[in-house]
């Protein structure tokens, strides 16, 4: 099972066009869209090319192999426009076939807002996190759960514009690269 993990478009046709640049070069059976998919919000300045409907046209092309959570800047509104359902706080993946175990890897799936580092819901050790928010990329692992933050698509606060992949049990960050 190979995933693409991305959070935080915040609506940018231009990095939302490289990341689907990468989405196809990477070939995953499933993206993750980890919340903050087609607006900015008023903490954050306007994204290079910031178009919602260019966005929701480019993920709506990908709808039968999206997994998606809310962010804190997405809305009944946005469920109206995208394909794929996108409004829960969190969904779970299940890696049948994890490389460096014999059970099921449970990825569990949310924004950051809700559930992150700072409150982690009642996951088994050997779990993921995967989370967003805050526009900075991270793998860290405590108490026996791995956190994986891919940064963000448009917005990073740690200097390059990322996302993460998972493949064989493993995760790496990779950054994006614009036109």
């Known amino acids: 099972m190979k995933l693409l993990i991305a959070s935080d478009i915040h609506g940018s046709a231009y990095w939302c066009r490289a990341l689907m640049a990468q989405i196809e070069a990477e ?3 499933t993206v993750v869209l980890l919340g903050d998919l087609l607006y900015h919000g ?3 300045d306007l994204p290079r090319d910031y ?3 260019e966005v ?3 993920l709506n092309t ?3 192999r999206v997994v998606a959570v809310r962010g804190n800047c997405d809305s009944e509104v946005d469920q109206m426009v995208l394909d794929f359902p996108c409004m829960a706080d969190y969904a779970i993946v299940m890696d049948a076939v994890p490389a460096s175990k014999a059970e099921p890897r449970l990825l569990f799936c949310t924004h950051g807002h809700l559930f992150g580092p700072q409150n982690v819901p009642p996951i088994a050790r050997g779990a993921a996190l995967l989370y967003g928010h805050t ?3 991270e793998i860290a692992s405590r108490d026996g759960v791995l956190f994986v933050n891919p940064g963000s698509v448009s917005l990073p606060k740690d200097g ?3 996302y993460a992949v998972y ?3 493993a995760f790496e960050l990779r950054e994006l690269v614009g036109e």
């Open 160 to 162: 390059s514009n990322s």
């Open 135 to 137: 526009h900075v990329k």
């Open 42 to 44: 008023p903490r954050n």
């Open 51 to 53: 178009a919602p409907k």
């Open 62 to 64: 990908l709808a039968y």
């Open 27 to 29: 070939s995953p059976d």
């Open 167 to 169: 493949e064989n049990g």
């Open 56 to 58: 929701l046209a480019m």
